[in-house]
T-cell receptor, first 116, second 113 residues
Framework: SAVISQKPSRDICQRGTSLTIQCQVDSQVTMMFWYRQQPGQSLTLIAT?????????ESGFVIDKFPISRPNLTFSTLTVSNMSPEDSSIYLC?????????????FGEGSRLTVL | QKEVEQNSGPLSVPEGAIASLNCTYSDRVSQSFFWYRQYSGKSPELIMS????GDKEDGRFTAQLNKASQYVSLLIRDSQPSDSATYLCAVMNYGGSQGNLIFGKGTKLSVKP
């Protein structure tokens, strides 16, 4: 089956630093999304990663804090900028496979960030 | 604000029993519904999708949809300790960001041996 690879899988970061998370898939996808899951909470959509153009951000999320790139159909990055302890979360890459008409989303293994 | 509501639990059932997980949603135009299972420390895993009113069965899992009542449920028959996880209900967000999914907070299920 198709694979969604995220890295890093986990990291411990210092306040004020930035970290870039990568998402690589091995098959064609139509949509790539970035979600956040704060401790004990459900998934919240950060943004839709658009190929070759600026990401579409949800209310409460801004490009300066969460810059996203998607240079091609199978790769995207999410940067968490100027981190604070409130950014400690699991960040999840999610995709909809090309040719799917069911709306199903599939998730990478997630990147667990702890900000000290 | 489109919402998906679930009882957070924990829901505790004995091994072999039927576990019933419920979900309501606010957006009346929603057409696509999903159940994900999330083990502790892992990412969500799709287990069922349902699009039409009625029941859809897949092995020990049955999803039920009632669009008039804006209600989705998941039944797990012959529950096993390995079913212990958090179950997330998700609804496709029509009109939102390219059809993303809106998730409930999840119901934690514990199956006791």
């Amino acid at each position: 089956s198709a694979v969604i690879s995220q890295k890093p899988s986990r990291d411990i970061c210092q306040r004020g630093t930035s970290l870039t998370i990568q998402c690589q898939v091995d098959s064609q996808v139509t949509m790539m999304f970035w979600y956040r899951q704060q401790p004990g909470q459900s998934l919240t959509l950060i943004a839709t990663a658009n190929q070759g153009s600026e990401a579409t951000y949800e209310s409460g999320f801004v490009i300066d804090k969460f810059p996203i790139s998607r240079p091609n159909l199978t790769f995207s990055t999410l940067t968490v900028s100027n981190m604070s302890p409130e950014d400690s979360s699991i960040y999840l890459c999610s995709v909809r496979w090309a040719g799917s008409n069911t709306g199903e989303l599939f998730f990478g293994e997630g990147s667990r960030l702890t900000v000290l | 604000q489109k919402e998906v509501e679930q009882n957070s639990g924990p829901l505790s059932v004995p091994e072999g029993a039927i576990a019933s997980l419920n979900c309501t949603y606010s957006d009346r135009v929603s057409q696509s519904f999903f159940w994900y299972r999330q083990y502790s420390g892992k990412s969500p895993e799709l287990i069922m999708s349902i699009y039409s009113n009625g029941d859809k069965e897949d092995g020990r899992f049955t999803a039920q949809l009632n669009k008039a009542s804006q209600y989705v449920s998941l039944l797990i028959r012959d529950s096993q300790p390995s079913d212990s996880a958090t179950y997330l209900c998700a609804v496709m967000n029509y009109g939102g960001s390219q059809g993303n999914l809106i998730f409930g907070k999840g119901t934690k299920l514990s199956v006791k041996p």
